[in-house]
């Protein structure tokens, strides 16, 4: 008889306010200190060192050496997708009677190491719309046309045949409840996007980007998006 997954064990992990904050640092992708994740959590270095192990040995948690430092990052993309997929939950659990308008982390954020928010759904929608990619059940194929508009953009769509992550993947989003484009395409568009300066990360919040007057441009002129 094949057991069923223990839920219950990943669950319990990140039921504990402090370690769900620890985990929430690390959903932009980069790696941080303990004492920085202390901090984030607002927790003492001794506490937070005992939460960091048990986050580690539970598999949610990597630990990176770096000479004499110590850091810490998401063991994995599916955790980062764990994560996020639990966020319409917690969002309902509390609902207001009064809409809310558009905060920076609804608008663009970064989902692990890939576009969400408004700006990842539209700049999806657009892809689908432009016959870039093609959406199927679970993930996205690229077409010819595609492959021609990512490496003109100076995407890398060739998949690391080592790599066991989906090279394209469905990611539903917490805030849109709809779909954006996530695995190693993603987060490759993402890259290129930065580094071409159409997208900067914000100061005001650890996962919130931003669009450049640049990217506003380039959205519009690439894919029709218009952005304000």
Known sequence: MIEDPDVASVAALMAVPA????LLALMHGQSRPAGELARFAGLSPQAATAHLKKLVSGGLLTLVPSGRHRYYRLASPEVAQAIEALMPLARSARPSPYPKPAQPLQKARSCYDHVAGQLGVAITDALVRKGYLIENERDYGVTPSGERWFCDLGVNIQPDPRSRRAFTRKCLDWSERRYH?????????LETFLDSGWLARSSSHRRALRITHAGQTELWRHLEIEWR
């Open 19 to 22: 370690r769900a904050e620890i």
């Open 181 to 189: 484009l996530g695995g190693v395409l993603g987060a490759a568009m």
